[in-house]
């Protein structure tokens, strides 16, 4: 087994690549060592140089660094939780397989939770900048796609429950997460806490929905792969950034369910004041990369004393995919400090995030309106419900009301 080709066949070709590994004969030192380490080892060693070397930017605090043995300290414990995480892992895989009409086969077990974790591995390498850390979640649940295509292979479980056997295999992975998160965030200190903030909020239902729309991504990636294949052969280094980029598009792109609507419609919600600040700027724009296509609008609004509101109004055409970067809907936090306070969950059945810092004071509160608007308000020398008030004031009920807008048929 080359550990390249099955990292690159696993994740681009998972349909053609699960077969080949059902018939290999491997145990589990060799699986561990050869495979299962180097790859952990991924986001272990990028998150000590993000959040330890590179460091990360806070609303005005500047760049925060944690401290290099609180670093090293997680990023061990991240490594041997990741080891210890893929053989529980399996051993659920395993348990669950007679209650889905699958075989019991603790080696499959074992080579399917192992292999599946390779997308989310892989794009670990994200968190040498923190500030994109939360793009590796996009390949977290490219990995639940290639889970689920496993499932059928290597546990023999019939199609039709493949979909509740991959829910429930990943509701009970989600637990043992949230365990090595809480017990790593205990020992180190750290600030650390969000996949220990992933409680409560998941269900088989949720994942279940979400498996459609990656099995879509998983096809179109597959589609994109030959392409750039056949890029590659012809030797046109254009052309094979062209396919590369459409690969991109593919994956932030799947899930869409509707052309986006003009950037000047979104701009006619941004009014010319709101809490009694004045407008000061307002630009509007539509963007695409594949299939991926955005249009948005934003407003700067001031006054004379400093205070400063940016209202931003992002539609994302029903991107799943790209909704799914902020972890809204999978998500629950409720962390408070001495400076400040974060939170995320649903508000009126709308995904919701909030922080705010009392040094300044700023915040920000962002929420998805009808499963494609994302409304986000940044305030400075402001309070929270100042903050609150600007977000309101674009009208969520009329976002929603567009939500049906280039609904593709």
Same mark, same amino acid.
């Given at each position: 087994?080359?550990?390249?080709?099955?990292?690159?066949?696993?994740? %681009?070709?998972?349909?053609?690549? @699960?077969?080949?590994?059902?018939?290999?004969?491997?145990?589990?030192?060799?699986?561990? $060592?050869?495979?299962?380490?180097? %790859?952990?080892?991924?986001?272990?060693?990028?998150?000590? &140089? !993000?959040?330890?070397?590179?460091?990360?930017?806070?609303?005005?605090?500047?760049?925060?660094?944690?401290?290099?043995?609180?670093?090293?300290?997680?990023?061990?414990?991240?490594?041997?939780?990741?080891?210890?995480?893929?053989?529980?892992?399996?051993?659920?895989?395993?348990?669950?397989?007679?209650?889905? !009409?699958?075989?019991?086969?603790?080696?499959?077990?074992?080579?399917?939770?192992? /292999?599946?974790?390779?997308?989310?591995?892989?794009?670990?390498?994200?968190?040498?900048?923190?500030?994109?850390?939360?793009?590796?979640? #996009?390949?977290?649940?490219?990995?639940?796609?290639?889970? /689920?295509?496993?499932?059928?292979?290597?546990?023999?479980?019939?199609?039709?429950?493949?979909?509740? /056997?991959?829910?429930?295999? &990943?509701?009970?992975?989600? &637990?043992?997460?949230?365990?090595?998160?809480?017990?790593?965030?205990?020992?180190?200190?750290?600030?650390? +806490?969000?996949?220990? =903030?992933?409680?409560?909020?998941?269900?088989?239902?949720?994942?279940?929905?979400?498996?459609?729309?990656?099995?879509?991504?998983?096809?179109?990636?597959?589609?994109?792969?030959?392409?750039?294949?056949?890029? $590659?052969?012809?030797?046109?280094?254009?052309?094979?950034?062209?396919?590369?980029?459409?690969?991109? !598009?593919?994956?932030? *792109?799947?899930?869409?369910?509707?052309?986006?609507?003009?950037?000047?419609?979104?701009?006619?919600?941004?009014?010319?004041?709101?809490?009694?600040?004045?407008?000061?700027?307002?630009?509007?724009?539509?963007?695409?990369?594949?299939?991926?296509?955005?249009?948005?609008?934003?407003?700067?609004?001031?006054?004379?004393?400093?205070?400063?509101? +940016?209202?931003?109004?992002?539609?994302?055409? =029903?991107? $799943?995919?790209?909704?799914?970067?902020?972890? @809204?809907?999978?998500?629950?936090?409720?962390?408070?400090?001495?400076?400040?306070?974060?939170?995320?969950?649903?508000?009126? *059945?709308?995904?919701?995030?909030?922080?705010?810092?009392?040094?300044?004071?700023?915040?920000?509160?962002?929420?998805?309106?009808?499963?494609?608007? #994302?409304?986000?308000?940044?305030?400075?020398?402001?309070?929270?419900?100042?903050?609150?008030?600007?977000?309101?004031?674009?009208?969520?009920? $009329?976002?929603? =009301?567009?939500?049906?807008?280039?609904?593709?048929?």
């Amino acid at each position: 087994m080359n550990l390249v080709e099955r990292a690159k066949n696993i994740t %681009l070709s998972p349909k053609t690549e @699960w077969p080949v590994i059902a018939e290999e004969s491997t145990n589990t030192a060799d699986l561990f $060592k050869n495979y299962v380490a180097p %790859l952990a080892a991924i986001p272990a060693i990028a998150g000590f &140089v !993000g959040m330890s070397l590179i460091g990360f930017s806070v609303a005005m605090l500047g760049t925060i660094r944690l401290p290099i043995g609180v670093g090293i300290t997680a990023m061990v414990m991240n490594f041997v939780f990741a080891l210890a995480g893929v053989y529980l892992i399996s051993l659920i895989i395993d348990a669950l397989a007679p209650q889905f !009409g699958a075989q019991k086969n603790s080696m499959q077990a074992l080579k399917l939770a192992a /292999y599946s974790f390779t997308p989310a591995w892989l794009a670990g390498i994200l968190s040498l900048l923190p500030s994109l850390s939360m793009l590796s979640l #996009l390949a977290g649940l490219y990995s639940i796609y290639v889970l /689920y295509l496993g499932v059928p292979v290597l546990m023999k479980a019939p199609e039709e429950k493949a979909g509740a /056997y991959t829910a429930a295999s &990943v509701v009970c992975s989600i &637990v043992i997460m949230v365990v090595f998160g809480l017990v790593i965030g205990a020992i180190t200190g750290s600030s650390m +806490h969000g996949i220990s =903030g992933l409680h409560g909020a998941h269900n088989s239902s949720e994942v279940s929905g979400a498996l459609g729309d990656l099995e879509k991504m998983g096809k179109k990636m597959e589609e994109v792969n030959k392409k750039m294949e056949a890029a $590659k052969q012809s030797g046109d280094p254009q052309a094979e950034m062209q396919a590369a980029t459409a690969a991109l !598009g593919t994956v932030l *792109g799947a899930g869409g369910t509707a052309e986006v609507v003009d950037k000047d419609k979104l701009k006619a919600l941004l009014p010319e004041t709101i809490a009694n600040l004045k407008r000061t700027s307002i630009e509007g724009e539509k963007s695409a990369m594949g299939e991926f296509k955005i249009s948005k609008a934003d407003a700067r609004y001031s006054d004379e004393n400093g205070h400063q509101i +940016h209202v931003t109004i992002t539609d994302t055409g =029903g991107s $799943k995919m790209f909704a799914s970067m902020f972890a @809204w809907g999978m998500m629950e936090q409720d962390k408070e400090t001495d400076s400040g306070y974060e939170k995320m969950g649903k508000v009126n *059945g709308r995904p919701t995030m909030e922080r705010f810092q009392k040094n300044g004071p700023s915040g920000e509160y962002s929420l998805l309106v009808g499963g494609r608007f #994302l409304v986000e308000t940044k305030g400075d020398n402001v309070d929270m419900t100042t903050i609150k008030t600007a977000s309101a004031a674009v009208g969520y009920d $009329k976002l929603e =009301g567009m939500k049906n807008e280039g609904v593709k048929q």
